[in-house]
């Protein structure tokens, strides 16, 4: 009588090759290794390119989101983009890459755009730009163009008022 991962032949007991067992005893991404009475069921080691790396029961070579995992280089003007093995940085809207200093650089949207922006005055911020008007205006709810205060509503005199446009 044999132990347990044995089997007696021509009265020796002798090693069962549990790895060449149909099925195969390991799962996919694993090698079977017999050992003596038993066998152990080892990950294949899976080298995967750069940006990739072995699902997880280690058959194949998956992309790596270096965005999500927050290894990546994109600055603060700019944001991550998950590629296929890689990843690209943007800049934000309100910026734009300047080549020579190799960075996002805020663009001054007010001279890009003169008069197309705002009614009356328009004024560069980082990454945007905002808009005012002159004295007897307000800025409408499109946060773009101004319109007429008109000041008789709030009674200034005590004669007839009559609102003038801007005044």
């Not at 069962?16 to 067992?21: L, S, T």
């Not at 890459?97 to 560069?124: Q, S, V």
Request: glycine fraction near 8%.
């Amino acid at each position: 009588m044999c132990q347990s991962g044995f089997l007696l032949e021509e009265g020796v007991c002798q090693d069962v090759n549990e790895c060449a067992a149909s099925p195969a005893p390991c799962k996919p991404g694993f090698t079977c290794v017999n050992t003596l009475g038993s066998y152990v069921c080892q990950r294949k080691h899976l080298n995967c390119n750069r940006g990739y790396r072995p699902n997880e029961n280690g058959t194949m070579c998956i992309d790596f989101d270096e965005c999500s995992a927050g290894i990546h280089n994109c600055s603060s003007e700019q944001t991550c983009t998950n590629v296929p093995g890689s990843y690209r940085c943007n800049c934000k809207a309100g910026y734009r890459y300047d080549t020579f200093r190799r960075a996002c650089i805020d663009i001054n949207e007010c001279w890009t755009y003169p008069g197309r922006l705002c009614h009356h005055t328009c004024e560069n911020t980082v990454g945007s730009y905002r808009c005012s008007c002159f004295a007897g205006f307000r800025l409408s709810q499109d946060g773009r163009h101004c319109e007429d205060v008109n000041e008789c509503d709030q009674n200034p005199c005590n004669q007839e008022c009559t609102n003038i446009y801007g005044s």
